[in-house]
């Protein structure tokens, strides 16, 4: 495990686009933590980490984003608005968790029985306005709700 105090949006970039260096395919990222905590930014950092200058916005209502052109595609989930286990079966995740690129889960938390075993997860807390800890598990954490 490794915890991170990030200060500021610019330190939360930097921890992600270091963990970018280390993704290879099927690498899986669930990531939990409140709303505004820093999910999305992590994301977006971890896609120019990977050499790709797509545009990471939120998927929250299409449920998945992919982003091309980098060393690897990053394909991007929020179970925020899933409504049930049903409709996240739909989404044919096995597919992209065993795929060719990285899955990277905003709310993995809300289905974690849906999140691969190998996965690492990463939790962000808000400890102030700018203040942020960031919490990596080891590679191959077990699922916490397991
Ligand atoms: N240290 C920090 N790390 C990440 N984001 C921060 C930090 N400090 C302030 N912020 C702000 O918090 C917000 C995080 O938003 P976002 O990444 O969309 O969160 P989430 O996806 O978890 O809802 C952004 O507006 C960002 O500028
Ligand atoms: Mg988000």
């Known amino acids: 495990m490794a915890i991170f105090i990030s200060n500021s949006p610019a330190e939360t970039e930097e921890i992600a686009q270091r963990l970018a260096e280390q993704l290879v395919a099927g690498s899986t990222l669930a990531l939990q933590g409140e709303l505004g905590s820093g999910k999305t930014l992590f994301t977006q950092s971890l896609v120019a980490g ?68 190998q996965a690492r997860w990463i939790s962000f807390e808000i400890k102030s306005e700018y203040q942020r800890i960031i919490t990596l598990s080891d590679q191959s954490h077990e699922n916490p709700r397991a």
């Not at 545009?55 to 925020?80: A, K, M």
């Not at 889960?105 to 999140?115: K, S, T």
């Open 50 to 117: 990977l050499n790709s200058d797509a545009t990471v916005t939120s998927p929250t209502f299409t449920i998945v984003h992919e982003y091309h052109g980098g060393r690897l595609p990053v394909y991007h989930f929020d179970f925020f608005r899933l409504e049930n286990r049903e409709s996240a079966r739909r989404l044919g995740l096995e597919d992209y968790f065993c795929g060719d690129g990285v899955s990277v889960v905003e709310w993995a938390d809300r289905f974690p029985e849906l999140i691969p075993e």
